[in-house]
């Protein structure tokens, strides 16, 4: 006589998936808290209204702050769809992406440094992810940071053969300007194919814009894209720039040469240490190339620093886990906000607040200084065969 044994096939909730449920409703209850004001997210609303109704594009301001267009006419035509739908469901929708978009992110981070990533681990990678503070912020003021980053790493972690790739980095450009740091990259890294196709794209965002916003277009190229106070002051607490740090650190809100000097030196060693890193590591090349963008950059807020989330990837590929909790507890820590940031009060901090004040900057320097030490050097011949027979991530990581 045959027994058959029926057994429980109800699925079970991992801890994994329990942890990023109580992390989005943490997140979700801070937001309603706070009254997520989403400040970026109503200037990209006001901007697609602009499209739709034929007002100047380049002549309102929005919110408490006061806070201008400031990306150029082809964003604010891929905007237009914002200015449907009621302010609620925008939030919602903005939230809801961003949060999907941090998955992708740490997806596309693993693949980018080759770091196994099964969907339990996926899962708390979003849970503790959400809390990184660029990651945060982001969320909080509907920015597009993570749409942006995802493009760009997508598409500079195709294969060199790829079909179109550059194409979405060139659309990113076209779409913050910021991103076309990669394109100097492609370029200074001999891949041409790649920047060719980039820089077509990016030219076609601009004519895109001209023909749909002529005027506007104009206004843009010709003046906004330099006028760097529309986006904002470059001294307070959370642009974290290196001439942010500058100008905290002399007091001054506008440090001129202090500043220009040693960016245009700073641009120029960390472009030339990615077109020398990139033989022995395009991933490490990519990096260096971005955390020298955020350094060199007027202002980088710090929702502009998503850029920490590959870092960490490729820091707990290559085995540097206790590195990686110290870079992680950065970008988690919040020192800047702890500090008095009203008014003015950013400009006369006593010194030993100022590392307190710029860590992503000292981060991003110390960063581009140990690379400077890593790669610098001429690679033994007997570690380059070490790598090939074990595989190990530390000497490639292929991005075309």
């Given at each position: 006589?045959?027994?058959?044994?029926?057994?429980?096939?109800?699925?079970?909730?991992?801890?994994?998936?329990?942890?990023?449920?109580?992390?989005?409703?943490?997140?979700?209850?801070?937001?309603?808290?706070?009254?997520?004001?989403?400040?970026?997210?109503?200037?990209?609303?006001?901007?697609?209204?602009?499209?739709?109704?034929?007002?100047?594009?380049?002549?309102?301001?929005?919110?408490?702050?006061?806070?201008?267009?400031?990306?150029?006419?082809?964003?604010a035509?891929?905007?237009?769809?914002?200015?449907?739908?009621?302010?609620?469901?925008?939030?919602?929708?903005?939230?809801?992406?961003?949060?999907?978009?941090?998955?992708?992110?740490?997806?596309?981070?693993?693949?980018?440094?080759?770091?196994?990533?099964?969907?339990?681990?996926?899962?708390?990678?979003?849970?503790?992810?959400?809390?990184?503070?660029?990651?945060?912020?982001t969320?909080?003021?509907?920015?597009?940071?993570?749409?942006?980053i995802?493009?760009?790493?997508?598409?500079?972690?195709?294969?060199?053969?790829?079909?179109?790739?550059?194409?979405?980095?060139?659309v990113?450009?076209?779409v913050?300007?910021?991103?076309?740091?990669?394109?100097?990259h492609?370029?200074?890294?001999?891949?041409?194919?790649?920047?060719?196709?980039?820089?077509?794209?990016?030219?076609?965002?601009?004519?895109?814009?001209?023909?749909?916003?002529p005027?506007?277009s104009?206004?843009?190229?010709?003046?906004?894209?330099?006028?760097?106070?529309?986006?904002?002051?470059?001294?307070?607490?959370?642009?974290?720039?290196?001439?942010?740090?500058?100008?905290?650190?002399?007091?001054?809100?506008?440090?001129?040469?202090?500043?220009?000097v040693?960016?245009?030196?700073?641009?120029?060693?960390?472009?030339?240490?990615?077109?020398?890193v990139?033989?022995r590591?395009?991933?490490?090349?990519?990096?260096?190339?971005?955390?020298?963008?955020?350094?060199?950059?007027?202002?980088?807020?710090?929702?502009?620093?998503?850029?920490?989330?590959?870092?960490?990837?490729?820091?707990?590929?290559?085995?540097?886990?206790r590195?990686?909790?110290?870079?992680?507890?950065v970008?988690?820590?919040?020192?800047?906000?702890?500090?008095?940031?009203?008014?003015?009060?950013?400009?006369?901090?006593?010194?030993?607040?100022?590392?307190?004040?710029?860590?992503?900057?000292?981060?991003?320097?110390?960063?581009?200084?140990?690379?400077?030490?890593?790669?610098?050097?001429?690679?033994?011949?007997?570690?380059?065969?070490?790598?090939?027979?074990?595989?190990?991530?530390?000497?490639?990581?292929?991005?075309?």
């Amino acid at each position: 006589m045959i027994r058959r044994t029926v057994t429980n096939r109800t699925p079970t909730v991992t801890s994994p998936g329990v942890l990023l449920t109580v992390s989005a409703l943490a997140l979700a209850a801070l937001c309603l808290a706070r009254r997520i004001p989403m400040a970026d997210t109503l200037v990209y609303r006001a901007e697609g209204a602009a499209v739709m109704h034929g007002t100047d594009l380049y002549g309102f301001t929005v919110t408490e702050w006061a806070l201008p267009a400031t990306y150029p006419p082809f964003a604010a035509i891929l905007f237009v769809p914002t200015a449907w739908l009621p302010l609620p469901a925008l939030k919602f929708v903005f939230v809801a992406g961003n949060a999907l978009l941090l998955a992708l992110l740490i997806h596309h981070s693993a693949r980018f440094a080759r770091l196994p990533l099964p969907c339990p681990l996926l899962y708390t990678t979003v849970a503790v992810g959400l809390w990184l503070e660029p990651v945060f912020q982001t969320l909080l003021f509907g920015q597009i940071n993570l749409a942006l980053i995802c493009l760009v790493l997508w598409d500079l972690n195709r294969p060199a053969t790829a079909l179109g790739k550059g194409f979405a980095l060139g659309v990113a450009a076209g779409v913050k300007i910021t991103p076309g740091v990669f394109i100097v990259h492609l370029l200074l890294t001999r891949q041409l194919r790649a920047a060719a196709t980039a820089l077509a794209s990016f030219t076609g965002t601009v004519l895109l814009g001209a023909l749909v916003l002529p005027s506007a277009s104009i206004a843009f190229w010709t003046r906004h894209l330099f006028e760097t106070g529309r986006v904002g002051k470059a001294w307070i607490v959370d642009n974290q720039s290196l001439q942010g740090l500058i100008a905290r650190a002399l007091g001054d809100p506008a440090p001129g040469l202090a500043w220009l000097v040693p960016a245009a030196l700073l641009a120029a060693g960390g472009l030339w240490l990615a077109a020398r890193v990139h033989a022995r590591s395009p991933a490490w090349s990519l990096l260096v190339t971005a955390y020298t963008a955020l350094l060199v950059s007027p202002i980088s807020w710090s929702h502009h620093w998503v850029w920490c989330v590959p870092l960490l990837a490729l820091l707990l590929a290559e085995g540097r886990t206790r590195l990686a909790l110290a870079v992680a507890a950065v970008f988690t820590a919040r020192s800047f906000w702890v500090l008095p940031h009203q008014g003015d009060l950013d400009l006369h901090l006593p010194w030993w607040q100022q590392p307190l004040a710029a860590p992503y900057a000292l981060l991003a320097l110390a960063l581009l200084a140990w690379a400077a030490l890593r790669f610098g050097r001429p690679e033994h011949p007997c570690s380059r065969l070490v790598g090939q027979r074990t595989g190990s991530p530390r000497t490639s990581v292929p991005l075309g």
